[in-house]
């Protein structure tokens, strides 16, 4: 792995042996892209890429070159209004009214590892030896601002980290309106958008587009980066599949704010920008300051979407999460929230821990409802202080209580939310984001906390950390349950006000950084309204989040694909809950909801106490198995196989790092009648291997990834006695050992 400058050529080239990026400066002193994809040979001179023609009808040209026009090159890291008229990565509104800039190269460094961002979640390497990074200077001279543009080649990875460091040298407060985190200028546009969108309860559903001239982007501006797109898209080829083909993926590692954006100009460069959204952003940057973007993270494969997912998986699970929990099997919980909502008492809660610990269960986790006044959700959140009432012996007592069943315990807390009904917001009306004079919105009968102040992040610190010193308290659940409305903060200058949810989400990455360092051992999870704030930035801080509220497992199926795109299997918190379930009233088998909820951190959303003494059988066996088996699922290599937007059944698997045990899920969303015979190709098997599936036949590894496994169930033909029926939303699990 190197990053080779070649001074006579004045060129970049980033390459670990997989990839490499190139880059040059160009006549103007300014940089120029030239190439991102499979790893080609280091030479002295690339200047070849560099492509101009005479276009003087068209394009603001230099004098004495009327080739070179920045609107027909590719650059690195672009600003508008010198002869390039597509949208830049930065824009900086100065005292005098011009936001023009000039951005020229200085200087550059090369080192070793990977340097920490300030207040920020990003990538990070244990030893130097497994990155290196290269920062290029750029200079504006006329108005003294400095621009770090950080890269970080990783050695063992086909991904690039990328961000942008601000520092003002000049003498006048300057004001930022764009800081992309990246820009990628692409030398065709051939090529499909793939995104996550949806809404509550259907989130991260998977939609491609081709590209097309004009601009084709996802956005959040709810101060999250939300429900309906997430902070990831990526560019793939029309033939490329699952399993073949070159696709370019991007992730943003932040969670609030976000634009990713593909524009296309009429002479078929894509233009890929991603970072903080610049809707309703602006930052005032004071001579001496500094202004650090979140990272973002460029994945090339030439092996598909799975070839660029398991790059993602392997990186961010293990040089993005961190701490005690990033390596270890998560523990199998039980939630009481579908159980009991805000209808309980210790004992009743103390009866379904008794019930949980006999199936099997490690962690029971008390969700909504243990607080101040809180006996429905109008009232209470803010006042982090056991209720008595509900619970006398308080939460210290119940932990106590669950330790002596032989289970840790877990909480739920909502950090971020205060209900107008509250001690806090009748102290503190103005810790409440609120426009003066303008009515407030409310969403689920609670307002949002001011995180842009010190004084609001450290009173609710104060207020978790005694609660996490004083109960045997080994989980928290982090829920944040409704969006940023009239942004507005009594704390900042009126020039400051579009600094608020940037400042908001420091805040909250203050918080979470200050809460796991002190407890490095309690596993957090993260919730907003289920897949609400499901990003890389808050994997930083918790190594698993809530993927959705929508617990019904056909439901997941998609959900849980989708999210696979980007995110580790051992990320996604999946449960089995109750049928009917809550969110679509839909019955499925216990089977079907067990053998989804497994590709995850697995646990229960129910009251198991009202189940019959057969479904509690199948419970243990489903505690069984994933004791067994979840170090392989939730740690394993992960392939999709069929994508339920593209049909009847779905499939995936996953593989452990020795490829001697497998396991396949297999779904089946309608059941049908005198159908075909059904079979699954696999992956990431050892061909010349052989494996025994469900403890009975043997295979050739070869054989399974050729001509596939046989999936045909009892719908393939009539089905008669001695046949197990199917049904509807039925599935199977496979599992494969190498003989």
Avoid at 466 to 491: G, Q
Wanted: glycine share 8%; with cysteine; hydrophobic share 35%.
């Amino acid at each position: 792995m190197s990053i080779y400058f070649e001074q006579g050529s004045r060129s970049f080239h980033l390459t670990n042996g997989k990839i490499s990026y190139l880059m040059k400066i160009l006549p103007n002193d300014q940089l120029g892209q030239l190439y991102y994809g499979p790893a080609i040979q280091c030479r002295d001179n690339f200047d070849h890429l560099l492509e101009m023609v005479p276009r003087s009808m068209t394009a603001c040209v230099f004098e004495n070159n009327d080739r070179f026009s920045m609107e027909h090159v590719k650059q690195e890291y672009p600003a508008y209004g010198t002869g390039d008229f597509r949208h830049p990565a930065v824009r900086i509104l100065q005292q005098n009214g011009s936001s023009i800039t000039n951005f020229t190269y200085h200087s550059h460094t090369i080192t070793k590892g990977k340097p920490k961002l300030e207040g920020l979640p990003a990538t990070y390497c244990e030893d130097e030896s497994e990155a290196e990074t290269l920062c290029i200077t750029l200079k504006d001279e006329l108005i003294g601002l400095r621009l770090e543009l950080l890269y970080t080649l990783f050695a063992n990875h086909t991904a690039l980290a990328r961000s942008v460091r601000f520092v003002n040298e000049g003498n006048e407060a300057v004001t930022i309106d764009t800081a992309m985190s990246l820009n990628l200028d692409l030398p065709d546009s051939d090529y499909e958008l793939l995104q996550l969108s949806g809404a509550w309860a259907r989130e991260r559903h998977v939609y491609t587009r081709p590209l097309v001239p004009g601009i084709q982007s996802v956005e959040s501006a709810r101060g999250t980066s939300s429900h309906n797109h997430n902070p990831f898209i990526a560019l793939k080829r029309r033939e490329t599949t699952e399993t073949q083909g070159e696709v370019i993926g991007f992730s943003l590692i932040y969670s609030g704010n976000f634009l990713a954006q593909a524009e296309v100009d009429v002479w078929g460069v894509t233009r890929v920008t991603m970072g903080i959204n610049p809707f309703g952003f602006s930052w005032k940057l004071e001579p001496g300051a500094v202004f650090q973007t979140p990272e973002a993270v460029m994945v090339y494969s030439d092996m598909g979407l799975n070839g660029m997912s398991q790059t993602f998986h392997a990186l961010y699970q293990k040089r993005l999460a961190r701490g005690y929990w990033r390596d270890r099997p998560r523990p199998i919980l039980l939630n009481n929230w579908e159980a009991t909502y805000f209808n309980f008492t210790e004992e009743k809660l103390l009866d379904i821990a008794r019930t949980a610990r006999d199936q099997g269960i490690e962690l029971f986790v008390l969700d909504d409802g243990w607080f101040g006044q809180r006996s429905n959700d109008r009232a209470g959140l803010g006042d982090w202080t056991p209720n008595y009432t509900r619970l006398p012996n308080g939460i210290s007592g119940l932990a106590e209580k669950i330790e002596q069943l032989g289970m840790k315990f877990g909480l739920w807390f909502e950090p971020e939310m205060v209900n107008r009904d509250s001690d806090l917001f009748r102290t503190h009306p103005d810790w409440a984001i609120q426009t003066p004079g303008r009515t407030m919105s409310v969403g689920r009968n609670q307002y949002v906390l001011d995180y842009s102040r010190k004084e609001v992040v450290d009173y609710i610190f104060d207020s978790m950390a005694k609660l996490l010193r004083e109960a045997k308290i080994s989980y928290v659940k982090w829920d944040m349950n409704r969006c940023i409305t009239e942004a507005f903060s009594a704390k900042l200058p009126a020039e400051q006000q579009s600094e608020l949810f940037h400042r908001y989400i420091l805040g909250v990455y203050d918080l979470y950084d200050r809460l796991t360092t002190a407890f490095p051992k309690v596993l957090f999870e993260s919730c907003a309204s289920g897949g609400g704030r499901f990003d890389p930035g808050i994997l930083y801080y918790a190594p698993q989040g809530w993927a959705s509220d929508d617990s019904d497992a056909v439901e997941r199926i998609k959900i849980q694909y989708g999210t696979s795109m980007c995110y580790p299997i051992s990320s996604i918190g999946a449960h089995v809950s109750i049928v009917p379930n809550h969110q679509v009233y839909r019955i499925t088998p216990l089977k079907t909801r067990g053998n989804v909820a497994c590709f995850g951190t697995f646990g229960y959303e129910l009251d198991l106490n009202r189940l019959t003494a057969e479904e509690l059988e199948v419970v243990r066996e489903q505690i069984k198995f994933m004791k067994e088996y979840r170090e392989v699922l939730q740690f394993g290599t992960f392939y999709r196989l069929l994508s339920p937007f593209e049909g009847n059944y779905t499939a995936w698997m996953v593989v452990s790092s020795d490829r001697k045990t497998a396991i396949v899920g297999w779904y089946k969303i309608l059941n049908e009648v005198n159908t075909s015979f059904h079979r699954v190709k696999l992956r990431g098997l050892v061909p010349d291997m052989l494996y025994r599936v469900n403890g009975g036949a043997v295979y050739g590894g070869d054989e399974l990834i050729h001509i596939g496994l046989l999936t045909t169930d009892s719908s393939s033909g009539e089905c008669r006695e001695g046949q197990t029926p199917s049904c509807d939303f039925d599935s199977c699990l496979f599992v494969l050992k190498a003989e």
